[in-house]
């Protein structure tokens, strides 16, 4: 479980003018973030934009990922949906996870199960795993909000749900988490603005959007706040705020993949229904990066 403590990032998918997988830019993005001191790569996430991927797109980045990483770092798969016995018949199929080492499996979305309902769902997918389990809440992206009791009955029941992934954006709510879990269990920020806020009370690290392009930075600043260093940790965390305010004003993955473009390591191109960056946003994120 210490291999997630830290800063964790999900990576987006670079896509190629024609919209083809660009893994050459996907090959610069890994090395980027291992370079400049991620702790673990999350492939396959919504920042990936894996709804818009066919199962055979899926599988080929998966595989690039584990090819590049060369076990340098922890990778974590997303692997979730609003289909529980499909999501058992993938983590049961041969070969799926190979060279992953845990599972990050979001609420089940739009069907806007009951709290029984989304405890039943994760008890599922907790005796198909062969994996450690990620649990994921994003109310704003399922449509429903996973509470606390029913994350800290999960987290005491099943050994292999190992943490939550906690974007409700609810400070009260990752309190009560932090108050309440088990030994060992981990809560990590799902919101890149809450994240340091979080570790200051105790939690253990992120999963970032912004982490993958100001990598050093971001990843510094969670380490000082895991470290005590707040005073430090939030001085760059003031600097690094406008840059997430920027990459998600016109929606993920647009704002980071222009930040990336910025940074020369991949083009911006997203696939419908997004879009990519405006002009004027485009322009205000070249202008933010030149004041660091």
């Given at each position: 479980?210490?291999?997630?403590?830290?800063?964790?990032?999900?990576?987006?998918?670079?896509?190629?003018?024609?919209l083809?997988?660009?893994?050459?830019?996907?090959?610069?993005?890994?090395e980027?973030?291992?370079?400049?001191?991620?702790?673990?790569?999350?492939?396959?996430?919504?920042?990936?934009?894996?709804?818009?991927?066919?199962?055979?797109?899926?599988?080929?980045?998966?595989?690039?990922?584990?090819?590049v990483?060369?076990?340098?770092?922890?990778?974590?798969?997303?692997?979730?949906?609003?289909?529980?016995?499909?999501?058992?018949?993938?983590l049961?199929?041969?070969?799926?996870?190979?060279?992953?080492?845990?599972?990050?499996?979001?609420?089940?979305y739009?069907?806007r199960?009951?709290?029984?309902?989304?405890?039943?769902?994760?008890?599922?997918?907790?005796?198909?795993?062969?994996?450690?389990?990620?649990?994921?809440?994003?109310?704003?992206?399922?449509?429903s909000?996973m509470?606390?009791?029913?994350?800290?009955?999960?987290a005491?029941?099943f050994?292999?749900?190992?943490?939550?992934?906690?974007?409700?954006?609810?400070?009260?709510?990752?309190?009560?988490?932090?108050?309440?879990?088990?030994?060992?269990?981990?809560?990590?920020s799902?919101?890149?603005?809450l994240?340091?806020?979080?570790?200051?009370?105790?939690?253990d690290?992120?999963?970032?959007?912004?982490?993958?392009?100001?990598?050093?930075?971001?990843?510094?600043?969670?380490r000082?706040?895991?470290?005590?260093?707040?005073?430090?940790?939030?001085?760059?965390?003031?600097?690094?705020?406008?840059?997430?305010?920027?990459?998600?004003?016109?929606?993920?993955?647009?704002?980071i993949?222009s930040?990336?473009?910025?940074?020369?390591?991949?083009?911006?191109?997203?696939?419908l229904?997004l879009?990519?960056?405006?002009?004027?946003?485009?322009?205000?994120?070249?202008?933010?990066?030149?004041?660091?």
């Amino acid at each position: 479980m210490q291999s997630f403590r830290g800063t964790g990032v999900a990576l987006i998918t670079p896509f190629n003018e024609d919209l083809s997988i660009d893994f050459d830019g996907l090959t610069r993005l890994i090395e980027h973030n291992i370079d400049q001191g991620t702790d673990y790569l999350v492939a396959l996430g919504t920042t990936a934009e894996s709804a818009t991927l066919s199962a055979v797109e899926k599988k080929q980045v998966k595989q690039h990922i584990v090819s590049v990483n060369k076990g340098r770092l922890p990778l974590v798969l997303g692997l979730g949906g609003n289909n529980t016995a499909a999501i058992i018949a993938e983590l049961t199929t041969a070969g799926v996870v190979e060279g992953f080492d845990a599972i990050l499996s979001v609420s089940p979305y739009y069907n806007r199960p009951t709290q029984e309902g989304i405890y039943a769902h994760y008890k599922a997918i907790s005796e198909a795993s062969p994996l450690p389990i990620i649990m994921y809440n994003v109310p704003s992206r399922t449509g429903s909000n996973m509470e606390a009791g029913t994350t800290l009955r999960l987290a005491n029941d099943f050994e292999n749900i190992i943490a939550i992934k906690e974007a409700a954006g609810d400070m009260t709510q990752a309190l009560r988490l932090l108050r309440d879990r088990p030994e060992g269990f981990l809560v990590i920020s799902g919101d890149d603005m809450l994240a340091l806020p979080i570790v200051s009370a105790g939690g253990d690290g992120v999963i970032s959007v912004i982490g993958q392009g100001l990598v050093s930075s971001f990843s510094t600043l969670i380490r000082d706040g895991l470290e005590g260093a707040f005073a430090k940790a939030y001085t760059a965390h003031y600097q690094i705020m406008p840059s997430i305010d920027l990459i998600f004003e016109e929606g993920n993955p647009a704002g980071i993949k222009s930040l990336l473009a910025h940074l020369d390591i991949c083009q911006d191109f997203v696939r419908l229904p997004l879009m990519k960056a405006s002009e004027g946003l485009d322009k205000k994120i070249a202008a933010y990066l030149k004041t660091l």
